[in-house]
């Protein structure tokens, strides 16, 4: 059955949850893109000490994510506890990261800080992936509804958090600019958790013998696996967006603009997804909005110096694009979980961080093997990255469009 009238959550039931995905996606942003860049300029921490840190941190995040989805079925009753103490220890890992210089060694606090506040992050993002999933199971239904909200709110956070540095800068200056970034991520967590209060819910049945029960159910695995293969090309596209906008189109100050342009229409096209999912189902929606995703992909491959309006259009088609992925995938592997919810979310959190590792950890150096050397071209270094961004990402898509179609059945898909 489709997600009738009557099993539809209410926009004050589903705001909530959308505030703390803000929330995640507003911490995240200065975690993986911001963090870097502020302990190499200001603290001045050479970059082959932080790439190993960064490097550590990242492992352990990644491997952890399954214990604690164990260790979140174990305590269901405990949600509102759980998401509490995440919060708190995602505020302490960026207020320790992100204090101003000279407050502590900066090695020692950048490796408690990402500890703290990748745990905290991952706690809390799959307590919220799994709150979905107890609300869809209560309404009997309403999947997409549930994640379109979610996401939706989490691409908010992340266009947030792409304006939020530059417009603190004027007042605070450049150095006390995430400091204060920090700060604001306290209150917002405040605001956040405080909406939520009171409102956790934990799914259940959850099976005794663990993860592979849980992962046995019919259709988990093949959307598993779907969800690590399309993410492949994302995690490509993101690891060299900003070589491919300085290098390739000369363009290195329209950066934040393009990535606010092209989360901004990610968020505006979700809805418009999950309506085409209600008359066409999830898997053909999503298997569409793939395909539209490949032409974008294909056009950025011919751009050259100076092609900036040109990108501009590509950010905001291949950001539409997005929209369904974010918004269909973790609903499609919503509605066929039957058991242990937080294990098989943290899975999915898992598959999605390693495949950020794998497209930072292969590309890279296939690229300097190719003769690339950023900010130094050659005929043959711009052709390399050119095809890593545009290309590369291409065919991993048609892969997932691949694994989408032959694997996934339709069954659960319209529930």
């Not at 596209?237 to 990610?266: C, K, N, R």
Request: aromatic letters at 10%; glycine letters at 10%.
């Amino acid at each position: 059955m489709t997600d009738r009238p009557g099993s539809r959550l209410a926009g004050r039931q589903l705001f909530p949850p959308a505030t703390i995905a803000a929330l995640l996606a507003f911490a995240g942003l200065p975690l993986y893109i911001h963090a870097p860049r502020y302990y190499a300029e200001e603290m001045g921490i050479s970059l082959a000490a932080l790439g190993i840190v960064l490097l550590a941190a990242r492992a352990v995040d990644s491997m952890q994510d399954p214990i604690i989805g164990r260790l979140a079925d174990r305590w269901p009753r405990r949600r509102e506890a759980w998401a509490l103490g995440s919060g708190l220890l995602l505020a302490t890992g960026l207020a320790l990261i992100f204090a101003p210089p000279g407050w502590g060694e900066p090695l020692p606090r950048l490796v408690v800080g990402l500890l703290a506040a990748f745990t905290g992050f991952s706690a809390l993002q799959i307590a919220l992936y799994d709150h979905g999933l107890a609300q869809a199971e209560a309404a009997a239904g309403g999947y997409t509804r549930i994640a379109l909200w979610r996401e939706a709110g989490g691409l908010s956070g992340i266009c947030l958090a792409a304006v939020a540095p530059a417009a603190l800068a004027p007042a605070f200056g450049a150095t006390l600019s995430y400091p204060a970034y920090a700060a604001l991520f306290a209150l917002f967590a405040l605001f956040a958790l405080g909406r939520m209060g009171g409102r956790w819910q934990a799914s259940g049945k959850t099976p005794a013998a663990g993860f592979v029960e849980a992962v046995r159910v019919a259709g988990v695995a093949p959307i598993l696996a779907l969800g690590f293969t399309n993410a492949l090309p994302t995690a490509v596209t993101s690891t060299l967006f900003l070589f491919f906008v300085a290098d390739i189109l000369d363009a290195e100050g329209h950066a934040g603009p393009m990535l606010l342009t092209f989360f901004a229409a990610a968020a505006a096209a979700a809805p418009a997804w999950a309506r085409l999912a209600g008359r066409i189902g999830r898997k053909a929606a999503l298997a569409t909005g793939m395909v539209l995703s490949v032409p974008t992909f294909i056009w950025a491959y011919m751009l050259g110096a100076g092609d900036i309006a040109a990108f501009y259009a590509i950010a905001a088609a291949s950001g539409a694009a997005l929209g369904a992925d974010m918004t269909l995938t973790p609903a499609m592997l919503a509605a066929r979980i039957q058991g242990g919810g937080a294990r098989v979310f943290s899975l999915w959190t898992f598959l999605q961080k390693t495949a950020l590792a794998v497209a930072a950890g292969s590309t890279l150096p296939v690229l300097a093997l190719a003769g690339y050397e950023p900010g130094a071209l050659d005929d043959n270094g711009r052709q390399a990255l050119a095809t890593a961004y545009a290309l590369v990402p291409c065919g991993l898509k048609l892969v997932a469009v691949a694994v989408l179609w032959i694997f996934v059945s339709d069954t659960g898909d319209e529930v």
